[in-house]
């Protein structure tokens, strides 16, 4: 089974790598190394992933934004302001279920992809970056398939398709967007603009979106 979770603890409990992370011109990529959640917002999850797992903390991230966005009247503007939400409800749309390991996987995939991708969307990763980055990771206790997986991701250039190809239902276009924006700051024009295109991208409406920034602590697109 693709072990995200592994790939998310090991990323983000690595003292070497968010000590590297907080100094130096090379901190944006060092961020990623020290952890695809390590946005503003992605801190803020950190608990929630080690309480829920990756993939259900995610679920709950977008799930909570979902039902809010599509509470009647609908929602006025939200306000930036992280809010309490409980893991993606399990025989929900938002999880696979447990007996289904083949989706588990695709959904943890596709939820690493899109961090990835959202963490190359300012450019800020060369070649030398990438370097040190597989240095640090091979050393990290991943098995095999799942450092093959996040080195192949690091080192294919941004496929926005790649990523809106992982979400095969509308639930799962809303964790895919969910992933991408506690990935990063989402403060940059570059990564706005990611953001803006990948929504677009995966079909999802401006209420969705405006509340998921606000349930994640996010600064809006706007």
């Given amino acids: 089974m693709f072990d ?23 901190a944006g990529a060092a961020g990623l190394a020290a952890g695809l959640l390590m946005g503003k917002s992605g801190r803020k999850m950190l608990g ?21 966005s599509r509470q009647t009247p609908a929602p006025t503007a939200p306000v930036p302001q992280s809010a309490e939400y409980e893991a993606a409800p399990e025989q929900s749309a938002f999880l696979p279920p447990p ?5 588990q996987d695709d959904l943890g995939k596709a939820l690493v992809r899109a961090m990835i991708a959202a963490a190359k969307a300012d450019g800020k990763i060369d070649a030398t970056e990438k370097e ?13 398939d799942a450092k ?14 790649k990523v809106v190809s992982g979400a095969k239902t509308p639930e ?5 967007y969910a992933a991408s924006l506690v990935a990063i700051e989402a403060d940059t024009a570059a990564e706005k603009a990611y953001l803006q295109m990948l929504a677009a ?13 606000a349930s994640a602590g996010a600064a809006p697109l706007a």
């Fill in 132 to 144: 040190q980055i597989f240095a640090r990771l091979n050393d990290m206790p991943l098995d095999a």
């Fill in 201 to 213: 991208r995966l079909g999802l409406d401006e209420a969705f979106v405006s509340e998921v920034h």
């Fill in 172 to 176: 799962q276009a809303a964790e895919v």
């Fill in 99 to 103: 007996t289904d390991e083949a989706a």
């Fill in 148 to 161: 093959a997986f996040v080195f192949d991701e690091l080192s294919a250039p941004l496929d926005i398709d």
């Fill in 4 to 26: 995200v979770n592994g790939i998310l603890n090991a990323l983000t409990n690595d003292p070497n790598t968010r000590k590297t992370a907080a100094v130096g011109a090379g």
């Fill in 48 to 68: 929630k992933t080690a309480k829920y797992g990756a993939v259900a903390a995610i679920g709950g991230l977008a799930y909570h934004a979902w039902s809010k």
